[in-house]
């Protein structure tokens, strides 16, 4: 089971990587390398997610703008919503958490 999870979130950093180095950066992104940290951090919270049992990660969204991760969606409980937010500080790059998380 954990080597399940473990292929799926490096498949997920894997699959999330080379989809953002395609896109275009908008006007507000300083850079294309910025463009293409920002949504290697995305995965690599995302990846957290998928591997830490208390964290729903088809529940949560996550989206980053120059290091500051966004978290949105629904938890069940308080202790999923903060280690949401324990597990994205984490991540090398960010340098704020944003929680709009809401309990279900």
Known sequence: MQMKKSILA??????LAVS????TSTPTQDSASE??????????????FVEDPTVSAMRI??????G???LSGFANNAEEMHRAVQLA???KGVNSVKNDIRLK
Do not use: P, W
Not at 10 to 15: G, P
Not at 35 to 48: F, G, N, Q, R
């Open 10 to 15: 490096s498949l997920l950093v894997a699959a």
């Open 20 to 23: 953002m180095t395609a896109c």
């Open 35 to 48: 463009y293409v940290d920002d949504s290697m951090i995305t995965a690599k919270v995302k990846a957290l």
């Open 61 to 66: 969204n996550v989206e980053t703008f120059k």
């Open 68 to 70: 500051t991760v966004q």
């Open 89 to 91: 500080r984490t991540v």
